[in-house]
């Protein structure tokens, strides 16, 4: 799997799913994931499919968080999942061939085990700063650990937790070509902002 800068994480968008991913198709990112721990099962698929409805035949993959089984009801383009969640080979099983299989490494550790595990096809890494987005965080990894998990990883990584515009150009001084930026993102509830706001980000990778 190629590099493929900008990841948008959805998680309560102050424009709604549906907004927040029109943007994310008009911008032209490449990676859109589902990230809603709060909502019901029938709350999340509806969500789901709303935006499967939105990114169905764009460039942007739509990957749902954590749950495989919502992922293959809406039909989405893969799963991302944590180190709590079912085992990567597992989700794999459930999803076949054709999924994206994402997986969160909070560690060299954890970093470097994906490496070996099968059917993996990106890894998130994080969270490089403090973040408020996880209930219980995990503990920070910061700019040099993402340099060395950039310098020997096979598969892409995404930067994640706590990036900011302005400690974007150290992520990407660490060698990171994938970065998430959740809170920057969700938070406007203009759409012309939340629109500025990704190609801004954008603009370091063209």
């Known amino acids: 799997m190629d590099n493929f800068g900008l990841y948008v994480i959805l998680t309560r968008p102050a424009v709604g799913h549906v907004a ?14 589902l990230r809603e721990k709060e909502l019901s099962d029938s709350e999340l698929l509806r969500a789901t499919r709303e935006v ?7 460039q ?19 799963v991302h999942v944590g180190q709590e969640d079912l085992p990567a080979a597992g989700v794999r099983k459930i999803v076949g061939d054709r999924m ?17 595990l099968p059917g993996i096809d ?6 490089v700063y403090p973040t408020t987005t996880k209930a219980v965080p995990d503990p920070v990894v910061g700019t040099e650990r993402l340099r060395e998990v950039v310098g020997f990883s096979r598969l892409p990584v995404v930067a994640i937790g706590g990036i900011f515009p302005e ?40």
């Open 20 to 33: 927040a991913a029109e943007i994310a198709v008009r911008c032209g990112v490449r990676m859109l994931q």
């Open 52 to 58: 499967r409805a939105v990114t169905r035949g764009t």
């Open 60 to 78: 942007t993959r739509f990957i749902v968080n954590d749950r495989p089984d919502i992922a293959l009801l809406a039909e989405a383009d893969g």
């Open 100 to 116: 994206i299989v994402g997986l969160s490494t909070h560690s060299i550790a954890q970093a470097t085990e994906a490496q070996a």
């Open 122 to 127: 990106y890894i998130g890494f994080g969270p």
């Open 167 to 206: 400690n974007l150009p150290a992520v990407v001084a660490a060698g990171a070509r994938n970065l998430c930026l959740v809170r920057h993102l969700m938070e406007p509830d203009d759409p012309a902002e939340v629109e500025r706001r990704i190609r801004a980000v954008q603009q370091l990778f063209a």
